[in-house]
C-alpha cells in the first residue's frame, strides 16, 4: 500500500496521482432514481420518500445523455447504477427498458458496459434475477437490520415481515449464476452488533458465500464523534464470518489506496433524480439546496458552475 517508501513525500504523491487519475478516467458513471418512493419506511432513512416515477419525457432525455455519453472519445466504459427509494417497484416499466438500451448503445459503439443497483431486496423475484442476466445486473447491495426480529422492526412492509424473504432472494440472486456478486450490508447499533452474525447467516449455502461480500455499516445517528473506539462484536463477527467463506469488505478509508475514495468525486459522474434534477451525492436528501443541476430536453445536464467550483482544486495544488 505504499506505506514504507524511503521519501516520506512519495507515498502522499502516489496517493494524489492516482486520486487525479481516478477523477478524470475514461469511466462514465451513471446513477439513476427511478422513483423516490420505498415499500419500507426505515427509522434512519435520511430521504423524504415522495411519491412519483419517471416520466416518458424525463426516460427520452436520459436516452439522449446516454448516446451523447458513449458517443465522446474519451468515454471507454460506462457504468450504469440504480438507486432510489427503491427501484425494483419499477424493475419492469424503467429499469429494464432503459438499461437494455443503454447496453445495446454501448454495444454498438464497442464500449464497456457493467449495471449495477441498491435494492431492499423485497421484490427481487425469480423473474426479475432472469431478467437482470438480460442487461448485466451483475451486482446488488442489500441491507439488513440485525438478525430476524430486529430486521422485522424495522423492515417491514405494512406489518409484513420480511427478513427470510429479502434473504431467500439473495440465495436465489447468487444461485442463478456465478457471476452475479451481491454486497450484503448489516446495519448496526451498539446492541445489532453483539448478535452472532455466524448463526443469522449459517443458512446461506456454502457454495455462494464467496459470491457475497459483507460490509457492517454503523446507523449514523447512532455514531458518537467522541467516541470512535470499534464497537465490541465487529472484529468477532467478522471473524466468524470469514472463516464461513463470506468476502469481507473494508470500505473506508484504504480506498484512497485505489484511488476511488468517493464516486462524487468523479468529473464523469452524475446522480439523476425522478424529477430530472441532478445530483453529486446519493447520501443526502433530495432537495434543491442539494442538487447540482438539470437534465434539459437535448440530453444534456446542465450545471450549477458555482456549486461545482472547487471539486478538483484540493488535489491539483497537491499535484502543482
Request: aromatic letters at 12%.
Amino acid at each position: 500500500m505504499h506505506f514504507l517508501v524511503e521519501n516520506p513525500n512519495d507515498d502522499i504523491r502516489y496517493l494524489f496521482d492516482r486520486k487525479y487519475k481516478d477523477m478524470h478516467s475514461s469511466l462514465y458513471h451513471l446513477t439513476l432514481n427511478p422513483t423516490q418512493d420505498c415499500i419500507f419506511r426505515c427509522w434512519y432513512c435520511y430521504e423524504t420518500h415522495k411519491h412519483g416515477k419517471m416520466d416518458v419525457d424525463l426516460i427520452d432525455r436520459i436516452k439522449k445523455l446516454s448516446v451523447n455519453i458513449l458517443g465522446r472519445n474519451d468515454i471507454e466504459r460506462f457504468m450504469l447504477s440504480w438507486f432510489g427509494g427503491e427501484p425494483l417497484m419499477y424493475f419492469d416499466a424503467i429499469v429494464y427498458p432503459l438499461s437494455v438500451f443503454i447496453k445495446n448503445e454501448a454495444e454498438r459503439l464497442s464500449k464497456s458496459f457493467s449495471c449495477n443497483m441498491t435494492t431492499n431486496g423485497f421484490l427481487l423475484t425469480k423473474e426479475v434475477v432472469k431478467k437482470c442476466a438480460d442487461i448485466g445486473l451483475n451486482s446488488l447491495q442489500v441491507t439488513l437490520d440485525g438478525d430476524e426480529e430486529q430486521h422485522n422492526k424495522t423492515r417491514n412492509c405494512n406489518g409484513r415481515p420480511s427478513f427470510q424473504h429479502i434473504l431467500e432472494n439473495c440465495i436465489n440472486y447468487c444461485s442463478f449464476s456465478s457471476t452475479n456478486q451481491l454486497v450484503l450490508r448489516i446495519n448496526y447499533t451498539d446492541k445489532i452488533i453483539k448478535t452472532d452474525f455466524s448463526k443469522v447467516l449459517e443458512f446461506i449455502p456454502e457454495i455462494i458465500r464467496p459470491q457475497i461480500e459483507i460490509l457492517f455499516k454503523r446507523v449514523w445517528q447512532t455514531y458518537n464523534e467522541k467516541e470512535k473506539k470499534t464497537p465490541d462484536g465487529l472484529f468477532e463477527n467478522m471473524e466468524k464470518l470469514k472463516l464461513m467463506k463470506f468476502k469481507l469488505t473494508d470500505r473506508f478509508d484504504f480506498q484512497f489506496i485505489n484511488g476511488c475514495l468517493c464516486y462524487a468525486d468523479r468529473a464523469n459522474y452524475a446522480n439523476i433524480n425522478y424529477d430530472g434534477k441532478v445530483y453529486r451525492c446519493t447520501a443526502m436528501d433530495y432537495n434543491i439546496q442539494n442538487s447540482f443541476g438539470m437534465l434539459n430536453e437535448q440530453g444534456e445536464i446542465v450545471w450549477d458552475e458555482k456549486k461545482l467550483q472547487g471539486i478538483d482544486n484540493g488535489f491539483i495544488r497537491h499535484l502543482e
